[in-house]
């Protein structure tokens, strides 16, 4: 029986997700579902505004809210007010957040790795641009995280 697109991609990040968990529990902290996802996203952009990080990472503003107090309460970040503007709060990785996010990117790196096992160049060249479309196609029809 050949399986939906829909199904697989649903099922291939459960798979993802279930794994990166999995070998995040030596780390001591307990990571939720969707702070490995910030916490590497954090790496590259430190210091971003906290809707910003909403809409990158595909998640509603309300959901980052309440993740985000639970990565401080593990004092893997600080959110401040920058510039005297009290409407937006900006979000930086702490010491010991750099530290973590730094192992969830190896993490990242070491299972996409597995999941691409007999993969060719050209395959994996492809699959990132076939990914790519499907967001494009998905975000231009209205499918926004941020709304």
């Known amino acids: 029986m050949k399986q939906t697109i829909h199904y697989l991609l649903m099922a291939d990040h459960l798979l993802f997700?279930?794994?990166?968990?999995?070998?995040?529990?030596?780390?001591n902290l307990e990571l939720t579902p969707g702070q490995p996802k910030i916490l590497d996203y954090l790496l590259d952009h430190d210091g971003v505004a906290q809707k910003e990080i909403?809409?990158?990472c595909y998640m509603e503003p309300a959901t980052i809210t309440s993740i985000l107090l639970g990565m401080e309460n593990k004092e893997l970040i600080v959110?401040?007010?920058?510039?005297?503007?009290?409407?937006?709060?900006?979000?930086f990785l702490t010491d010991k957040g750099k530290l973590l996010a730094e192992q969830v990117k190896q993490?990242?790196?070491?299972?996409?790795?597995?999941?691409?096992?007999?993969?060719d160049e050209k395959?994996?060249?492809m699959l990132n641009?076939?990914?790519?479309?499907?967001?494009k196609n998905m975000y231009g029809r209205g499918v926004k995280s941020d709304e």
């Open 54 to 56: 909403a809409k990158s």
């Open 129 to 135: 641009v076939f990914l790519e479309n499907i967001n």
């Open 123 to 125: 395959e994996k060249e």
């Open 17 to 27: 997700q279930k794994s990166l968990l999995a070998s995040l529990k030596d780390s």
């Open 107 to 119: 993490k990242f790196e070491a299972i996409e790795e597995m999941a691409l096992l007999g993969f």
């Open 79 to 91: 959110r401040k007010n920058l510039n005297g503007n009290r409407r937006s709060l900006y979000v």
